[in-house]
């Protein structure tokens, strides 16, 4: 089996493999996808996961971390099933996140928080909040998730 860890964004997928090294899919450090069409989406990327990695889609498995939005999240679940290994809830990485990061008082993530996928969170009374990007937050991608991820 092989293992992928793949980042659920609003329009993006990111792809990692075992080692948490970004997987390239058309020269891309990303797959994207239209939300509407995700069934297909999913389905062209196993297929070239498949192909650069020369395994059947039965030998490849996904810890997937979700994305903010439900309905791509259930959407994503029932397309790849079984091959789910485990799901990060991203609420969960996020808290994570933020309170590693808040450990350096100098990237202010106690009065800003963190932007990731185009909505800021942060802490309001041990509440994680969101709303929406912040030029003031810290930017992080998925890859700075995954270092959250056990």
């Known amino acids: 089996m092989t293992q992928f860890y793949l980042a659920v964004c609003k329009n993006k997928f990111y792809v990692y493999d075992d080692a948490r ?3 390239y899919i ?3 450090p990303f797959f994207a996808y239209e939300v509407n069409q995700i069934r297909t989406a999913v389905a062209k990327l196993r297929e070239q996961l498949s192909d650069e990695y020369n395994l059947e889609k039965s030998e490849m498995t996904f810890r997937v971390v979700s994305n903010s939005d ?3 999240n259930e959407s994503l679940s029932k ?3 079984a091959a789910i290994v485990k799901t990060y809830k991203l609420d969960e990485l996020i808290r994570r996140t933020l ?3 808040a450990k350096n008082p100098k ?3 106690n009065e800003f928080g963190l932007n990731y996928d185009g909505e800021c969170y942060r802490f309001d009374n041990s509440l994680l909040i969101y709303d929406d990007f912040s030029l003031l937050a810290l930017s992080i991608e998925p890859s700075e998730l995954l270092n959250f991820v056990d």
Do not use: Q, W
């Open 21 to 23: 090294k970004p997987v």
């Open 26 to 28: 058309e020269g891309e």
């Open 70 to 72: 439900k309905v791509r």
């Open 79 to 81: 397309e790849l099933g």
């Open 99 to 101: 309170t590693e990061f």
């Open 107 to 109: 990237l202010y993530i």
